[in-house]
């Protein structure tokens, strides 16, 4: 997108800073939207008299599209040059969804309206990713991190604001007032960004390959931990006497560690290589999900503080090997990364749920995720050993 002379090269470079700058802030909302349901969960579980199976039920179908239409999506994209229509949509759907939800008079409609707020989560990744590799290709890394600094601020806004929001509002109108940010994000993203090239020989199948697949299932497998993690914590905490606000403070705090994370794991990809980089935050993910396993209080505390690390420091790496084994289809690449993980992810969250109400303890269910953790160790450490960027 850029050149070496003239105006044509400051043009260039100019175009390269508004994506990413734009990409940043579209990056807090859509990851806000990504973490807010676990702070909902108390409330609505209390007022639809909800266990953890029917909890995890609702958190599958928040991400059940997402993992499905995101392959979809994003060669559609590819193939037809609509990264910017499909992304603008996704927002406007997703505002949509939580408009909906505000005014569920069930538990099933919540859920069915959680599937549209799942095909708004489902344009992202793929139009971002497309978008900011065509802008930096040899920076990939560095700038999926410093992108992923929006998705850490998202994340890490969410609880709080959410349950200071419920406590003040109650949780429907926090829902109409959460979808505003969505709207105004569609209206900018389709005011800044271009119509992209089309690639009309852009197929999925051929954006498929068994090292995409196995960077997809591992980054799965890591998802499982973190999301089970960020979906039970608050409810956790609640039934554990905190009081509901509390418990999303305490959150949002821990997810503070995304700031750091991606923007490390990114530059760390562009040094040492994909496989390095998963391979050690899935051993750091197993340590303290053993160590939250056999500890409470602070210490607890401590270990999901550094599950959450991990689990931030390998998004921007899973982007950049999508984008780099996707044989010129970033879109439906990290389509693949990100709708098999994110399948994986969803499917597992009533299995846990189901576990904890079985176990009668919600703790001791997230503490049996350890073995999870090694099977990540294993299949990261299968990765290709050659660094996408260096070739070392």
Not at 61 to 69: D, E, K, N, V
Request: overall charge negative.
């Amino acid at each position: 997108m850029t050149d070496s002379s003239g105006s044509s090269g400051s043009s260039g470079v100019k175009a390269s800073r508004t994506v990413l700058f734009v990409f940043v802030g579209a990056h807090v909302i859509n990851d806000f939207y990504a973490t807010v349901l676990p702070a909902f969960l108390p409330s609505v579980a209390e007022e639809f008299d909800l266990d953890y199976t029917e909890l995890g039920i609702l958190s599958l179908a928040f991400s059940l599209f997402t993992g499905i239409l995101q392959p979809v999506l994003g060669n559609f994209a590819d193939r037809r040059g609509k990264h910017k229509q499909v992304v603008v949509g996704g927002f406007i759907a997703a505002a949509i969804g939580f408009l909906a939800m505000a005014s569920s008079p069930t538990f099933w409609f919540i859920v069915l309206m959680s599937l549209l707020c799942g095909l708004g989560a489902a344009t992202y990744h793929p139009q971002a990713t497309s978008f900011i590799v065509e802008s930096y290709p040899e920076e990939r890394g560095r700038m999926l991190g410093i992108h992923g600094l929006g998705g850490s601020a998202g994340h890490f806004l969410a609880p709080a604001v959410t349950v200071l929001a419920v406590a003040v509002l109650d949780w429907r109108l926090t829902m109409v007032a959460i979808a505003v940010p969505a709207f105004v994000t569609a209206s900018v993203l389709g005011n800044k960004l271009e119509t992209t090239r089309a690639n009309e020989d852009a197929s999925l199948r051929g954006a498929i390959s068994r090292e995409l697949m196995l960077v997809a299932v591992t980054f799965g497998v890591l998802g499982i931990i973190g999301r089970s993690f960020l979906t039970f914590m608050v409810k956790m905490l609640v039934d554990e006497g905190w009081r509901e606000t509390d418990a999303g403070i305490v959150l949002t705090v821990i997810l503070l560690v995304g700031a750091v994370a991606q923007p490390l794991g990114g530059r760390l990809y562009d040094r040492l290589g994909g496989r390095l980089v998963m391979t050690s935050a899935a051993t750091g993910m197993a340590a303290f999900v053993a160590m939250f396993a056999v500890t409470d209080g602070a210490l607890a505390l401590m270990a999901l503080a550094g599950m959450e690390f991990f689990a931030f420091a390998v998004f921007p790496v899973g982007l950049a090997l999508a984008s780099k084994l996707g044989a010129g289809q970033t879109g439906a690449a990290a389509g693949v990364v990100f709708g098999v993980s994110g399948l994986m992810t969803a499917a597992c969250q009533p299995l846990v749920g189901a576990l904890g109400e079985s176990l009668g303890d919600i703790r001791e269910a997230l503490g049996w995720l350890f073995p999870v953790a090694l099977v990540a160790v294993l299949l990261a450490s299968r990765l290709e050993k050659a660094s996408p960027e260096t070739g070392r």
